[in-house]
């Protein structure tokens, strides 16, 4: 193949070269993710639907945009994703009731559409309402099947290396003319 | 529109004949919109909270589905818990009426209808049968 007859061609120079080049699209990457977490606020401004919870809304492998705003109040009827306290993974579910203070302090309670009960099992034991710092960000946009990839990716890890073994191999042995 | 609500000792509030309510929303559906989701929130103040929301309705309407709706003698579709005392007496609880857009791609906007229905609450408790 003409690609490793290029490999073979290819001297020091050239290799460092391809290997910064590499390094590059990573850092690039990471500086476009870095930069969606300062703009939406949000720890997470994109997330992929779990579960189905929230259909026909959202199926799973959904991809939700979120912005987490300091001064955007929290309302009945707003979709929030949100982390129960010692859980890792985020949950996408609709506000059904809020009580706020005058100082801003507010408790809320959530539900899936497609749950018939609200969320309250799905919370701590003993805690009846979420709060502000529970919340990861509020959906904003979304796309639907594209979380797809992600999904199948921690179900199928060999397919998640296979996929960044062709990548890397890709971006190494391309040559710029 | 007639009310009709029974207000009991736990603070539990359950509304019965909730009146008619039609609305045509035919216009809001177009090629990007997958569903509507509809609910129906009481809003109002209390002494232990500035601001209260509460769901009491919701209907998810899919594209397709027939957009005039007519609603009549509905029940309340969850408790009307206050986190509090504060129903009691008060005469300022209002409806409204607002929708979350589903697109097929894309915002997802919440709006909320306008115009809306105040609700006032007796003043006593009333004392009725446990189911």
Same mark, same amino acid.
């Given at each position: 193949m ?60 959904d ?6 705003f300091?001064d ?19 949950i ?12 801003g302090n ?33 959906a ?23 996929? %960044? ?13 | ?36 989701? %509809? ?39 969850y ?9 009691k ?43």
């Open positions: 003409d690609l490793f007859g290029d490999l073979r061609r290819m001297n020091k120079r050239q290799l460092y070269y391809q290997v910064l080049n590499f390094a590059m699209i990573v850092s690039s990457a990471l500086m476009i993710w870095k930069g969606l977490i300062v703009i939406t606020g949000s720890e997470s401004p994109i997330v992929v639907v779990l579960s189905g919870s929230m259909e026909p809304a959202f199926h799973r492998g991809l939700l945009f979120l912005t987490n300091h955007d109040p929290i309302r009945a009827g707003e979709i929030v994703v949100f982390k129960v306290e010692g859980r890792d993974i985020p996408v579910h609709r506000v059904i009731k809020i009580h706020e203070k005058e100082n507010i408790k809320f309670l959530t539900k899936g559409d497609n749950n018939e009960v609200d969320d309250r099992g799905l919370y701590k034991e003993g805690q009846n309402w979420l709060e502000k710092k529970d919340v990861v960000g509020r904003r946009g979304f796309l639907p099947y594209v979380g797809m990839v992600t999904i199948i990716m921690n179900d199928y890890p060999k397919f998640k290396y296979a996929l %960044l073994a062709v990548m890397g191999a890709y971006v190494l042995l391309k040559r710029e003319s | 529109m007639h009310e009709r609500e029974i207000m009991r000792k736990d603070n539990l509030v359950e509304r019965s004949d909730l009146g008619f309510i039609t609305f045509d929303i035919t216009s809001i559906f177009d090629w990007n919109v997958k569903q509507l989701f %509809l609910y129906l929130s009481a809003e109002y103040s209390t002494k232990n909270n500035a601001l209260n929301q509460v769901v009491l309705w919701d209907k998810i309407m899919l594209r397709g589905d027939n957009p005039r709706l007519f609603l009549k003698d509905m029940k309340s579709k408790f009307f818990f206050d986190d509090g005392n504060g129903l007496g008060n005469r300022n609880v209002t409806l409204t009426l607002s929708w979350n857009v589903v697109p097929n791609a894309g915002i997802l906007p919440l709006v909320t209808g306008s115009g809306h229905v105040s609700v006032p609450f007796p003043d006593t408790y009333e004392t009725t049968k446990s189911y």
